[in-house]
């Protein structure tokens, strides 16, 4: 007779050959187990597949249950466990670490023809640099396909198989450290399995909010009575960049893979995984095979006519897709031809994003404001009837000077047509004149700054009007936001809104009363808790110690001194006294600086205010000296291009430092301007590139020999 099983379980139903009774801790385990692994499958169908079976109510419910059961029996916790990927923990700062391998941005396309343009100039690179006499240029026709996200752009780096870090793209050479917050991302593996065939993996994708949790989390900031995000790229971004992650883990964020950066195989020849993926669409299968999301949407294209007609189904279904998405990416297929068309100085040749048109809406001119900004240009600024542009309001626009706006002929109570150009900043591409009330007039642009009241002036050549006072209020208050911000000193944690709201209540007048401001001021304010004045005040405190002198004449606000002319500036002059007191015609010797930036920097030190700030940023401890000069003396790499590859003895950062300082300039490919090749062990299809080139080869000592 056969053996009758429950639906429940593996019991006999012959109660003589019953199992002796389970122990309520064996219970226990089995239901840990359960709980373990149907919350890693509601994560995957939520997260992955986005087909959620359960509710969010529910989810909570089985998680609290595993959090419980793992609290009582803390020796069954693994590092697998659902409720490892929670933040628990609040991070002191956001470090900064290098990409092993640079994160490049993309050029745009926004036709068919400038499409068909970007093909043609990566053929003709293609037919005049490719050193492989079996890859033929038809490999050019075929393209793998991806909506391009509107998230943040991310990397998530694993060493044998654990993840051990995760940074922003940030400027693309370095990124914020987010390890602990992308912990809390439910869809991120945090362990790829065993025997895989790299020692390390570098896997970049966009971090995002789908829509649906976007709202939610917006309803939430509403009935807290705290501000709500603009769209759901600024809530994750602003979610990922949490000091708390416990913030991190409750607002639903997800990972989607897009690309590779460092791939380390034992053996193999090159550190792009091209042993493992010979094309983009198999890179993209490896990577869903390891347990990473990607986009269902994503195709291949063999034809100009096959991209098209995908850039206009994905703009045509946008509004139904679960993600927010402004156009479609196209990367060549073929991943050896990627890396024979390699990089411009800012973007891949091989990739490029085709921008959808902008979004347009019709709504009511209310008022015209001028605003003023940090170095005094009086921008016109629309205020309108709110209206809703692809799921966001826009409730102002920009008018950008008086001459657009006489060609516009804008004028108080028009109808007027407003885009999101690149589907972020709002402005107004025309008036609907059968529409225009009677008796409107023409706005007539104030000659005087709307808030200081000094005489505006437009010099020759421009297009802006600008207020000159350079001790204006309105300049004020943006040249301290500019002060603190990632053009100025980059100092994390002290926000734009914080520092609106003291200078509001009169608490800080300058950039040297940040340097004042105590946690028992920022606690008054609504809305701040004690770790944020805390971060607020140590970041303030950690800058003056980090802050490069280049950095510190950046955050200055001088007119037509930007980063590249503060790097300038702080190659000639020792501290900012001493650029204080150069002279016009000193600074004029320098390389870019003409009579207009050094006019503007003479203004600058001679106001008796800003003399005062920076005496008082002085004592307060920001005094940057300038770093040692990077080249002293003529050196035979001096003006020498170069570049490294293969595994090297020391961190390849260490080697491209010592190679700047001699004077050279790193490329970040093989090319006939490649004046250096330095070769570490495994070396790959850079080496073979470069011979087949010409290009001179270097081992690490005969570099360090040209260093002397």
Known sequence: ???????????????????????????????????????????????????????????????????????????????????????GEVLPYLEKARHRLRMYGLDNVFSAEEYEDFLQKGRNYFIKENPYRDLSAAVLDTW?????????????????????????????DEGEVITSAVKTIRNVPRHLGQGLPFARLEVRGEVLMLKRDFEKLNEKQKLLKQKTFA????????????????????????????????????EAADENGLTLWKTQQELMQGLADLGFAVSKESCLCGTSKEALAF???????????????????????????????????RAPRFAVAWKFSSRKAETVLKAITVQVGRTGVLTPVAELEPVSIGGVTVSRATLHNEDELRNLDVRIGDTVLVQRAGDVIPDIISVNLEKRPENTQEFVFPKECPVCHSKAVRYKGETAWRCVNIDCPAQRVQGIIHFVSKAGLDIGGVGEKWVEKLVENGRVQNAADLFTVTIKDLLAFEGMGDVSAQKFVDSLNEAKHTATLARFIAALGIRLVGEQTAKTLAQAFENIDDLAGASAEKLQTLPDVGPEVANSVKAYFQSEEKQNVLARLKEYGLNPQREERSVQVQTALTGKTILFTGTLSKPRQEFERQAEQAGAKLLSAVSKNLDYLVVGEKAGSKLEKAQKLGVRTLTEQEFAALLQ
């Open 231 to 266: 769209n759901p790229r600024n809530a994750a971004a602003g979610t990922l960049r949490q000091l708390d992650t416990r913030i991190t883990a409750e607002r639903r964020l997800i990972f989607l893979a897009y690309g590779v950066g460092q791939v380390l195989i034992p």
């Open 144 to 172: 793998w396909a991806d909506p391009k996200l509107d998230g943040l752009a991310a990397e998530i780096i694993y060493e044998n198989g654990e993840l051990v870090m995760a940074l922003t793209r940030g400027d693309g």
């Open 311 to 345: 850039c206009e189904k994905m703009e045509a279904i946008r509004d139904g897709l679960p993600y927010e998405l402004d156009g479609v990416v196209y990367k060549l297929n073929d991943r050896t031809a990627q890396q024979v068309l390699s990089f411009t100085a």
């Open 1 to 87: 007779m056969a053996e009758q099983y429950s639906l429940f379980g593996d019991i006999p139903k012959n109660p003589q050959e019953q199992k002796p009774a389970e122990t309520k801790q064996e219970r226990d385990e089995k239901r840990l187990n359960f709980l373990k692994s149907e919350l890693k499958r509601h994560n995957r169908l939520y997260h992955t597949l986005d087909n959620p079976e359960i509710s969010d109510q529910e989810y909570d419910r089985l998680f609290k249950e595993l959090v419980a059961l793992e609290e009582q029996y803390p020796q069954w916790v693994t590092k697998d466990s659902p409720t490892q990927k929670i933040g």
